[in-house]
């Protein structure tokens, strides 16, 4: 039982859900490609000139898909929707050889200490926002007054790339996933009724400024929300390049309906899937996708 944490009073997610695929839309593929491909080492797992799908060559799951229907690149400056998406690395190590080899590319990404966490940041071709980043254990995690302590402070790079030991990055690997996504919302209060109250998030650290962060089972957030896109914000346009839709994988398909019922209780329509899964459109616009766990591998 975690000492931190704030459960909602109605439907509570399954300690056992994680994140699936995020899907972006993206400007020009090929770009992309180079990017999270050819940069990152993502493993392309199957697509077309309609779209890709991006892994590790470890499992068939996809942990990104790029869909083509961008306009030409333009500001994100002021838009709700994705601040970015999170890609969970196993261990330090290969955060440091990560990190290493961003730097013998000529790539000075962002880098940041969270307590729980050690992060890489970046932008992709089309301004969205990529984090990369590895996991304190769980026994280091601090709590102060059923909060969860986290912070933004610089990154121990130098430690992280000796982590590696000298070993050099060869692609995303095994056990890597989608560990959060984080996203610009128009109102802090009406995020935490949809994604907590609703949905059944725990909300897990409310102490930065414009800030929520909710999880389920303890861990440090499955979901970030933030109001630092301004005041002004507005949703993306159908053309520009923006977040399309993120999976949330919950344990079975008993799982999927009882969250859907939750959110159908609260007022939010909850399409179903012919692959027993369900829609559902957060108040910004943002898709998310309910799925029972399939996967095997």
Do not use: C
């Amino acid at each position: 039982m975690n000492d931190y944490g704030i459960p909602p009073a109605d439907y509570r997610l399954p300690d056992a859900l994680r994140l699936g695929t995020v899907r972006l839309q993206v400007s020009d593929l090929d770009r992309s490609l180079a990017f999270y491909e050819g940069l990152l080492g993502m493993h392309l797992i199957e697509g077309d000139r309609a779209g890709v799908r991006l892994g590790t060559a470890f499992g068939a799951e996809p942990l990104i898909e790029l869909r083509p229907g961008a306009e030409a690149r333009a500001s994100r400056k002021g838009r709700l929707g994705l601040y970015h998406v999170a890609v969970l690395l196993p261990d330090r190590a290969a955060l440091g050889r990560l990190l290493a080899h961003l730097m013998e590319s000529g790539v000075h990404p962002g880098a940041a200490d969270h307590l729980v966490s050690e992060a890489l940041y970046l932008q992709d071709p089309d301004d969205l926002g990529i984090e990369l980043y590895r996991d304190r254990p769980r026994s280091e995690w601090e709590s102060r007054h059923r909060q969860l302590v986290m912070s933004t402070d610089p990154l121990d790079g130098h430690g992280v790339v000796a982590a590696a030991e000298g070993a050099a990055w060869s692609g995303m690997p095994a056990g890597t996933s989608i560990g959060h996504v984080h996203l610009h919302v128009g109102d802090i209060a009406h995020a935490r009724a949809f994604y907590h109250e609703a949905l059944g998030f725990d909300v897990v650290v409310w102490s930065y400024p414009g800030a929520l962060f909710m999880s389920a089972g303890g861990y440090h957030h499955h979901l970030g929300v933030n109001t630092w896109a301004g005041a002004h914000a507005l949703p993306p346009s159908d053309g520009e390049p923006r977040l399309l839709g993120w999976d949330l994988v919950l344990p079975s398909p008993a799982d999927v309906a009882a969250a859907a019922e939750s959110l159908e209780r609260h007022g939010h329509a909850a399409s179903p899937e012919d692959i027993g899964g369900s829609v559902v459109i957060d108040p910004w616009g943002t898709p998310l996708r309910l799925v029972p766990e399939t996967r095997t591998d």
